[in-house]
């Protein structure tokens, strides 16, 4: 499995940006989805973007056209671009990349994935 590396947390004002960048252990050129969730105490880890390894890209409807995902399979990172930051959007962001699964679909679960150790951005005045 590959490992990964998050950074570029931290506490910015309402309205702030934060870039964010993962560092994936192996070549992430053959994998194929790398997301970013985020997870909120008492609340299950949600996606907030995913990119596939051609490029196409996916968002949660609470940071679209405020977020932005992009990855460099050449230097095996994936990033986070983050802006016009709200309260709501504080919680820990964690890289996320799949693995070759292959039992039935419908057990599918992002945690047959990799996961990184999270970085938590706070969004306060």
């Known amino acids: 499995q590959v490992q990964l590396v998050e950074s570029g947390g931290g506490l910015v004002q309402p309205g702030g940006s934060l870039s964010l960048s993962c560092v994936a252990s192996?070549?992430?050129?053959?994998?194929?989805?790398m997301a970013w969730y985020r997870q909120t105490p008492g609340k299950k880890r949600e996606s907030v973007a995913t990119i596939t390894s051609d490029g196409i890209t996916k968002y949660a409807d609470s940071v679209k056209g405020r977020f932005t995902v992009s990855r460099d399979n050449a230097k095996n990172m994936l990033y986070l671009q983050m802006n016009s930051l709200k309260v709501e959007d504080t919680a820990v962001y964690y890289c996320w990349a799949e693995e070759p699964y292959d039992g039935p679909a419908w057990a599918w679960d992002p945690d047959f994935g990799s996961w990184g150790q999270g970085t938590q951005v706070t969004v306060s005045s």
């Open positions: 192996g070549n992430i050129s053959s994998i194929n989805e």
